[in-house]
């Protein structure tokens, strides 16, 4: 019978993560999908910057990685940007095979609008495993931005996380989703920030933000409603690399304690 574990030991965390086994005398040939974080150097995961740190090659996702974070490595540094998935898997196949530590880095966490599953499926055609290391999620980064939590009791228990159609997907959700009321954080919508705000069922006063280069030195906030964010972000020509927060959780006012502190253990 199948033995469960071996299926999530091969898919999940591997706690060997960073050691480079031996199989039959030979390196494993495996590739390490590290997550940056949202930009700010120091907010990479230990074992991420261990990674870099050991790496021989290190290929990442150049619009939204920090430069500054490929201070942790002495490998050779490759941008991404331009290259076909067949490009970038062939580049660590030819790695891999000379025996090298590659790791493919990108922005935030790559399990959010990473496109790790087709680069993992490409490379089992060369027989090369993914270790990943989560990141920390530029949605996140936001909320510190922000300076809010993106649930908060009494305002919005939920977090909707989506994007807006563009090349790479026909049609969005977004307007079906808003209709929920619940804290709405959107990827990936930047340049469509007017569209996004015509689209949404929000009354025009809903709170909504948006974060750019959350973390980063540059960091921008801009905060308004539902009625107004989309000529703010204009205005301060805003194209690029930002979150949309959408909900009563931008204005933080109005919200329940949620009694998690100062209460008798029996009743938690
Ligand atoms: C391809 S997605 C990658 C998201 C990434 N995996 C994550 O977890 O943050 C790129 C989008 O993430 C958002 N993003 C990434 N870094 C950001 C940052 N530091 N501040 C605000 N938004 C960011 C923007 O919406 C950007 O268009």
New binding site residues.
Partial sequence: MKDPKSDSAKLGHDFGIGTEKKRNGQMERKVYFV?AG??NPKLITVLGREMLEKADLVIY?GS?VNPEILNYTKGKTVDSYGLTLEETTKMIADAVDLEKVVVRL?????????AIIEQMEELKKYDIRVERIS?V???F??AV?LGTQLTLNGISDTLIIT?PAGKTMEKDLITELSAYNTTMA?????QKIREIMEKVRCPKDTPAAL??????ED?KVITGTVGDIAEKVEDAGIM?????IIGGVVNPINYRRSHLYGMAPKSL
């Fill in positions: 997550g949202p930009g996702a939204l990108h922005s935030g966490d790559p399990s959010l609008y990473g990141g999620s530029s949605v980064a936001s931005a994007r959107i990827f990936l919508g930047t974060i750019f280069h959350a973390s980063w960091e690029r690399s930002a979150m949309i």
